[in-house]
């Protein structure tokens, strides 16, 4: 079950047409890692003063559907795929809100994988209590 967090496109996020900039959807895609986080109770403030665990991304993925545009609202939807050792890897899909009881329309899907990691960069296994946290929420293979 994904972990779904509300924005509303603004005006800087835009290019001159008022569609939003493809990079765009790599902030937000954080944005959703940071919530999913915050909704099993945890922060990633935390996971690094407490563990000294970074999670640099090392591979990132957008395939881009339809376009966003300013002051739309849209929404973050953001779950675990891949949670072992050192590894971690996040699904997203961004949808621009439904209206009047409208389907949300889907604007882009993607993924991004984390390598945990100390401060010198020295890959470290994520703490037990956030791959737990985090297994929860992984769909059951079929």
């Known amino acids: 079950m994904p972990v779904t967090t509300e924005i509303r496109v603004r005006y800087a996020e835009t290019d001159q047409m008022g569609v939003v900039y493809y990079a765009n ?3 937000w895609f954080e944005v959703g890692r940071v919530e999913l986080f915050r909704a099993l ?11 000294q665990c ?22 973050i939807e953001t779950r675990p795929l891949v949670v072992r050792g ?6 997203y899909r961004v ?14 899907e ?3 994988t984390h390598v945990v990691c100390d401060a010198k960069m020295s890959k470290k296994p994520l703490p037990e209590k956030y791959a737990a946290a985090l297994r929860t929420m992984m ?4």
């Open 139 to 142: 769909e059951p293979k079929q």
């Open 86 to 91: 050192s590894l971690v890897k996040f699904a």
């Open 25 to 27: 959807y790599f902030v």
């Open 54 to 75: 970074i999670l640099p991304v090392v591979d990132a993925r957008c395939r881009y559907r339809s376009s966003a545009r300013y002051d739309e609202q849209i929404l």
């Open 41 to 51: 109770g945890f922060s990633y403030k935390l996971l690094e003063h407490e563990h």
């Open 95 to 108: 949808l621009r809100k439904a209206l009047d009881g409208a389907e949300p329309a889907l604007l882009a």
């Open 110 to 112: 993607g993924e991004t």
